[in-house]
């Protein structure tokens, strides 16, 4: 199989959005958010995270367990990394500094995309950040001498539930840029195993649809206990 039976197509209106929108991504679940960025002769501002915004996105609240940083140099790969479902691991991903290619991979089982990955470009020039759902993994290539990389997820990090797969795959047919002998991994990363090896692990589409779900539900039923709460008087 080769990168361009794996490669999902992203149309122009996708990687070229409107300042402040939510796109859409062909991996379902899977979204760019692209801020509205606001400049002078001092530099520039701008929100990356909003989380009204996400949680009217999501159905549920976007609840940010941990942050991370990572520091990479050029040609580093990290990933493919992803969870258990459930509770999975969702990311929100952001390049401040320099730049990556941003991969995410559907690897929930059923998924009308399962086994497709897409690729999306992340820098400090586009401030652009790309929401990782739960159960589909995700990882990137430094393509700037110096890449500075920005996640909040909503697990905190649990070597029980994570894990990887092997990002040079075949059966994943991704396009690096560049040859596995010239990529920069982690020991963990260069230990990872085949796709095949860890399908026991992966979460089915149903499953991550039915945690997604539960957690809609949950949210709805407290904001509705919610409107019978009465306010003290005084």
């Known amino acids: 199989m080769t990168s361009s039976e794996t490669q999902l197509d992203l149309s122009a209106d996708a990687l070229a959005p409107e300042e402040g929108s939510i796109t859409d991504l062909p991996i379902r679940g899977a979204w760019l958010f692209t801020p509205r960025v606001f400049g002078d002769e001092r530099g520039t501002f701008h929100e990356w995270f909003r989380s009204e915004q996400f949680t009217h996105k999501l159905g549920y609240p976007f609840e940010i367990a941990q942050a991370n940083i990572s520091r990479s140099v ?48 992340l820098s400090e020039d586009n401030n652009t950040g790309i929401f990782v759902p739960l159960g589909v993994g995700h990882g990137f290539v430094a393509l700037s001498e110096k890449a500075t990389v920005s996640y909040l997820v909503t697990e905190a990090y649990n070597p029980q539930r994570e894990y990887e797969v092997d990002p040079f795959d075949d059966t994943l047919a991704i396009n690096w840029g ?44 407290a904001m509705a206990d919610a409107e019978t709460w009465e306010i003290p008087s005084g």
């Open 178 to 221: 560049i040859a596995k002998e010239e990529a920069i991994l982690s020991e963990k990363d260069l230990r990872a195993p085949a796709l095949a090896t860890v399908d026991s692990r992966l979460s089915t589409w149903n499953d991550v649809r039915g945690w997604e779900k539960e957690l809609r539900t949950t949210w709805q039923e």
């Open 74 to 121: 050029k040609n580093v790969v990290r990933g493919i990394h992803l969870a258990d479902v459930p509770p999975g691991q969702a990311k929100f991903v952001t390049c401040v500094s320099g730049s990556v290619k941003d991969i995410l991979v559907d690897l929930r089982k059923g998924s009308p995309t399962f086994g497709k990955h897409i690729v999306v470009e």
